[in-house]
């Protein structure tokens, strides 16, 4: 197998751009029909994904130490998707009609035989580490929507009850299939650390015209079911820390953190805490209610409240807003650096895109080093 | 068009391009109603074409149908390879692709601009609200100071039934009695205001709950 070959050949395919992946899902459901229903309706999204993980893949067939663990990961990853070791050869067989269709004459027997080689190895690593993931954990856990509590009218907070224990860390994420929405698995964060009865809370914010958040937030009532997949993801506490403990939360950023500051507070010895809780305007801030219970709580924990697009209330406008008082005025990055300095604490950040990179941004300018911050951004259209 | 009453055509024949060419329509009487010469005109020559169109194509496709029966009996070629015809479902699963997926962003994007707008509109209510919930305030702010300082004014202290500092200096005592007063008043303005306006809000906010119930996914009604 010639690394430099199947480079230059995949670099040659891929500047065809979305013609390339159009043919090979259309190729795979020419000759196996049987795999359409396994697919969501609309493609575009889908294509984008296959290309940018065969370019990844090839730009890393020479370094397997990285590129393993990610097969790997994509491998169990399909589990979910009901995809078995059968359906293999046949997105083999496309993937290769397609590279031979866009490589005209620059196609030949060798490049046919690297092709195979590299497809025959990916699909290997994947579904070794597929079968292994069996042994332990089932292809995806059915859930029970228990309750639902509207916070606002474009957040949502359900209780899903799994059908077996859904072993995670506090801040990790599941993906999430609603029966209304089939094949539109969308990433959502436990809101919550490990309960005896193993119930899971997710906090759910409305994008406008996406498929899938509206129908949680606004469609779904308690007795409904939904499908989850293993859960993911390295926002997760560091336990071996001595260190004080920084959570910053962009509107629904807020689950993965509470289910840290809940791990937390299980310690014999919590760390001190500071949770700041942002938002655009003060309804934002659906979860206050209960922070400040626990804040009451804990004497370790502070949460402090920020909000962006409001400014600070005067005269009569401040008396219809009773309780506002301790609510931070600015953008929650700025608010997190007046309140500083953080360098002997370890950070925890998640939000919108932005919101995370102004933070992290900041906390490295003031000191704190970029390996004690971990972080999770969501979806680029949350407000 | 109003279809004309066409002259009578043996039945059987058939109706030709050359035949419609030469039929030649009777001339209404004078005075009378009868065919307008230009709409007829125009029409036979619409016919005309139609069926010069129609014979053209049928001949091609005789010309075709001969041409494919010799190919498939002197046992060559197939109809069509089938690599081309597989390619060619490839193209038509693509194109049908594309456009599914062209319907499916136009969905969305037409949802998110609605939502978008709804939004907005949200926003202007909240905010129109809460400018009057502040207008309401400083009205029922004024009134009760003018009839709280209307009251010290005519009413002898005494008149305040509230618990007496009795051993206030007179101007304090006044002045707590004219804050009491103020504040009588002020809370019973405020809250007639504030009840009308909570009471159209929450009629508002039903209607806002059963249309968007109507309107989510499987009803749920
Ligand atoms: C690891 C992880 C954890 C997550 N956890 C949570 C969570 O706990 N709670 C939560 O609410 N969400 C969470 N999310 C986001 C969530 O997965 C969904 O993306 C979100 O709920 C929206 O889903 P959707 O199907 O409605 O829209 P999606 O199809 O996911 O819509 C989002 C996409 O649509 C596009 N888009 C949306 N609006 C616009 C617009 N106005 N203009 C242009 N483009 C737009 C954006 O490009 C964006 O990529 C998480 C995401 C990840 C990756
Ligand atoms: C080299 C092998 C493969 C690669 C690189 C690959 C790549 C990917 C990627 C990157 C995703 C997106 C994952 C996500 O959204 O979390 C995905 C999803 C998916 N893949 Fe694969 N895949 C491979 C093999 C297969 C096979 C053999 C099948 C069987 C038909 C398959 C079917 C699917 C399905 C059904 C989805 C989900 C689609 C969706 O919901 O959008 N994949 N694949």
């Known amino acids: 197998m010639d690394a430099q070959r199947l480079k230059a050949s995949f670099a040659q395919v891929a500047e065809k751009g979305d013609a390339v992946a159009l043919f090979f899902y259309s190729d795979l459901f020419v000759r196996n029909p049987h795999l359409r229903d396994m697919f969501p309706i609309g493609m575009s999204g889908q294509r984008d994904k296959l290309l940018r993980a065969l370019g990844h893949i090839v730009s890393q067939v020479d370094d397997l130490s990285n590129l393993v663990p990610f097969l790997q990961q994509l491998g169990r990853d399909h589990r979910r998707f009901g995809i078995v070791a059968e359906h293999y050869p046949h997105v083999g067989a496309s993937l290769l009609a397609t590279l031979r269709h866009f490589s005209g004459t620059a196609w030949t027997d060798d490049l046919e035989s690297d092709w195979t080689a590299a497809y025959t190895l990916v699909a290997k690593v994947m579904l070794e580490a597929a079968d292994e993931n069996a042994l332990t954990s089932p292809a995806w856990w059915n859930g029970q929507v228990v309750a639902v509590e509207r916070r606002r009218f474009d957040i949502s907070v359900l209780r899903i009850q799994p059908d077996r224990p859904l072993p995670y860390a506090p801040g990790q994420s599941v ?50 079911r939904v499908r989850m997949g293993a859960p993911i993801g390295t926002l997760t506490l560091d336990e071996s820390s001595p260190r004080d403990v920084l959570l910053v939360a962009g509107s629904t950023g807020l689950a993965p953190l509470k289910a840290i500051l809940e791990q937390v507070s299980r310690r014999a010895v919590p760390p001190r805490v500071h949770l700041f809780f942002g938002a655009r305007s003060r309804d934002g801030l659906y979860d206050l209610e209960d922070l400040a219970k626990l804040a009451d709580g804990f004497p370790w924990l502070t949460v402090v409240p920020a909000v962006s697009d409001e400014p600070g209330g005067h005269g009569f406008s401040s008396l219809l807003q009773s309780g506002d008082d301790g609510i931070e005025h600015g953008n929650l990055s700025d608010v997190v650096a007046r309140r500083g300095p953080w360098d002997g604490h370890d950070a925890y950040v998640c939000g919108p895109a932005v919101m995370v990179g102004h933070t992290v941004e900041q906390l490295t300018r003031l000191g704190v080093p970029r390996d004690r911050i971990r972080l999770e951004t969501f979806a680029d259209a949350q407000r | 068009m109003n279809s004309p009453n066409l002259p009578v055509v043996s039945e059987g024949s058939r109706l030709t391009p050359g035949e419609l060419h030469s039929v030649v329509f009777a001339r209404a009487a004078l005075g009378r109603r009868g065919y307008d010469e230009e709409q007829v005109r125009n029409f036979l020559q619409y016919v005309e074409r139609e069926l ?11 010309d075709e149908v001969n041409r494919l029966r010799s190919q498939a009996s002197s046992g060559s070629r197939g109809v069509m390879a089938p690599e081309d015809a597989h390619f060619q479902a490839v193209r038509i699963l693509s194109q049908a692709q594309q456009t599914a997926d062209l319907y499916v962003a136009d969905a969305e994007r037409y949802t998110r601009e609605l939502a978008h707008e709804a939004r907005l509109h949200r926003e202007a209510i909240l905010s129109d609200a ?29 008149a305040a039934p509230a618990p007496r500092p009795e051993n206030l200096p007179d101007a304090d005592r006044l002045a707590l009695e ?3 007063a103020y504040l009588r008043t002020y809370s019973d303005v405020y809250r007639t205001h504030l009840r ?26």
Request: glycine fraction near 6%; avoid cysteine.
């Open chain 2, 52 to 62: 010069v169109k129609i014979f053209t194509d049928k001949a091609a496709l005789a």
């Open chain 2, 196 to 221: 009308s306006y909570l009471e159209a809000l929450l009629r508002n906010v039903d209607e806002w709950e059963s249309s968007e119930r109507a309107s989510l996914p499987g009803g749920n009604a």
């Open chain 2, 178 to 180: 004219r804050e009491i």
């Open chain 2, 130 to 158: 809460k400018g009057r919930a502040e207008q309401m305030l400083e009205d029922a702010h004024r009134k009760a100071a003018a009839v709280a300082e209307a009251a010290v004014r005519t009413a002898p202290p005494q």
């Open chain 1, 175 to 224: 993906a999430l299939e609603v029966p209304s929405r089939l094949r539109h698995w969308r990433y959502y964060s436990m809101a919550n650390a490990p309960r005896p009865d193993h119930t899971v809370d997710f906090h759910v914010r409305l994008v406008d015209g996406g498929p899938v958040s509206p129908v949680l937030v606004r469609g779904t009532q308690a007795g409904d």
